[in-house]
């Protein structure tokens, strides 16, 4: 099994240009999560999802879309990018809404 | 407001003693609090879970301790190792908001 993979894992965007992440996982786990984890903030939610076609605002969405459409993937978009948004974006899923399994990270630079 | 907090400094302790890593909550009612381990370039894994109404969990050379009333919890790493050099992230369910809410974390660095 390879878990949580994330795609890509280092990203370089000019401000105002779009990207998209992509996670999958292979653990045919319901829940999905995407935080950004910026020095001296901590882990923060963005968007998580509780199964297939299902999204829901975290702490932090605004800037952010995410869509479902597929069990095992879970895509993070960002239509313009903006210099706050230079981070380390972390997608995690789990079964329950207990233990959560991280991805190795994307390392996202906005200029 | 709600407010995770862990100690910002890093911990450094001689090899074989005993690591504790504190973790304090104000204003949350968590369900349950879950302790990561987060190597520098790599995601967060899971170590420990304790329900509210656990006093202690162990596993392996971990112990995770629990208490709602000082609404604190301690994290041991006993006869810690070198390679227990890490990250440590406390993260608290809440049952109000139904999200897992993650504290900065505090180094460990381990020394031989």
């Known amino acids: 099994n390879a878990g949580v993979t994330q795609t890509p894992k280092f990203r370089v965007l000019k401000t105002g240009q779009s990207m998209t992440l992509l996670c999958a996982q292979d653990?045919?786990?319901?829940?999905m999560y995407w935080y950004r984890q910026d020095p001296g903030m901590g882990l923060r939610l963005i968007h998580y999802s509780v199964g297939e076609g299902t999204t829901a605002k975290g702490e932090v969405p605004d800037g952010y879309n995410v869509s479902r459409l597929k069990k095992q993937n879970f895509l993070l978009g960002l239509e313009s990018a903006a210099p706050s948004q230079t981070s380390v974006y972390f997608c995690?899923?789990?079964?329950?809404?207990?233990?959560?399994?991280f991805g190795p990270g994307t390392r996202l630079t906005v200029t | 407001s709600q407010k995770i907090e862990q100690n910002s400094e890093a911990l450094n302790i001689q090899e074989g003693k005993t690591a504790t890593l504190t973790c304090n909550y104000t204003?949350?009612?968590?369900?349950?609090l879950q302790w990561y381990r987060q190597d520098p370039g790599r995601g967060p894994v899971f170590l420990l879970l304790i329900r509210e109404n656990e006093k202690e969990k162990r596993k392996e050379r971990l112990k995770v301790t629990f208490d709602t009333t000082l609404k604190q919890s301690l994290f041991h790493i006993t006869a810690s190792q070198p390679a227990d050099s890490a990250t440590y992230l406390c993260?608290?369910?809440?049952?109000?908001?139904?999200?897992?809410?993650f504290g900065q974390g505090t180094t460990l660095q381990v020394k031989p």
């Open positions: 993260a608290l369910f809440s049952s109000n908001t139904g999200k897992l809410i």
């Open positions: 653990m045919n786990h319901e829940y």
């Open positions: 204003n949350y009612s968590p369900a349950y």
């Open positions: 995690a899923s789990s079964r329950t809404r207990y233990e959560q399994y």
